[in-house]
């Protein structure tokens, strides 16, 4: 498995004790559907391999963890979906100590291999606006519209795909996001449960007044969501990225595209335009700057093709 993760199984069965975690990670730590995913893949692992060995999981021992770590590093599980992988078990140990269920926490003192940290990839200005103009002009009026309005907000907003997903078409007691045309703001809840507002430019707010004004012909009556499938209920992070996919290749893009290179591209030319790094992590949300720094390596990177295109005394092969 030499990916960057292992591959996991929403349908995966648990025992009820792991259950009750995932339960108090989605409820009181309210983490993403997709780290939910991952981290019920990782207990199931952690499970089989505390029954392989014939001992019961609150009876296992620093040891015990790093043989087992060591395994998955030998099926070639990449050192990212280690780190994913211990953090699901540490934090299991760490809320049974915190109900008094075991006496230490046998994967405090663990570490996974350290991987070199991947610049992410980002679409070229004109490719971000070649995909936000594109107009397939195939399939109905109402998805295409809705279409052209994810693209504006992911790329015009620098949304999660989750914190999209998740708009309403205003706000309630239950919203986890909403927009405010009035306003120009997208409301959203973030990670760690932490709410910011982000302004919507004017292409984006035009293209939202198009969708809400055909989105009564595909959404059900009682649908709170802003962005709804073909059968008028929620759109779904895996609905966005299939149709995300399909959008870039109509349009000609010569890389595979996903939300989350639209929130990247969002940053890099945000950056690039105003080098304002603070207001950058800000809208994206990052709780530290460490975090948005990544995006100056992709403005040198930049820079620098623009100085060896450009610059009399650049070196040209």
């Known amino acids: 498995m030499p990916g960057a993760e292992a591959p996991p199984s929403a349908r995966v069965a648990l025992p009820d004790e792991l259950e009750r975690y995932l339960q108090h990670l989605q409820v009181e730590r309210r983490l993403a559907a997709r780290t939910l995913v991952l981290y019920r893949g990782a207990l199931a692992r ?74 992410p990839k980002a679409l070229s200005v004109e490719q971000a606006v070649a995909l936000a103009d594109h107009d397939s002009r195939q399939g109905p009026r109402e998805l295409r519209a809705r279409d052209h309005a994810v693209v504006e907000l992911l790329y015009g907003c620098g949304l999660r795909v989750g914190e999209l997903t998740a708009l309403d078409i205003q706000a309630s007691a239950v919203s986890a996001g909403w927009i405010d045309l009035a306003d120009a703001s997208a409301h959203v809840l973030g990670k760690g449960a932490k709410r910011r507002s982000v302004p919507i430019g004017r292409s984006a707010l035009d293209a939202l007044s198009l969708w809400l004004a055909l989105r009564p012909r595909l959404a059900r009556a009682d649908e709170p969501a802003l962005f709804v499938g073909r059968r008028g209920t929620r759109l779904t992070p895996a609905q966005l990225r299939r149709r995300l996919r399909e959008l870039a290749r109509d349009a000609g893009l010569p890389t595979r595209v996903h939300p989350h290179m639209l929130r990247h591209s969002f940053a890099s030319h945000l950056l690039q335009s105003s080098g304002d790094l603070r207001a950058v992590q800000e809208l994206l949300g990052h709780a530290h700057i460490g975090t948005t720094q990544v995006y100056t390596q992709l403005d040198y990177q930049h820079l620098a093709k623009i100085y060896d295109a450009t610059h009399p005394r650049a070196r040209r092969k």
Request: hydrophobic share 45%; net charge positive; charged share 25%.
């Open 46 to 119: 952690l499970q089989r391999f505390a029954q392989d060995d014939g001992i019961e999981l609150r009876g296992a021992a620093a040891h015990h963890l790093r043989r087992w770590l060591a395994a998955l590093r030998g099926q070639g599980l990449a050192p990212r979906s280690m780190a994913l992988e211990l953090s699901a078990w540490r934090g299991l140990y760490r809320w049974w100590g915190r109900e008094g269920q075991v006496a230490a926490n046998p994967a405090a003192g663990l570490r996974s291999p350290k991987a070199g940290r991947p610049l």
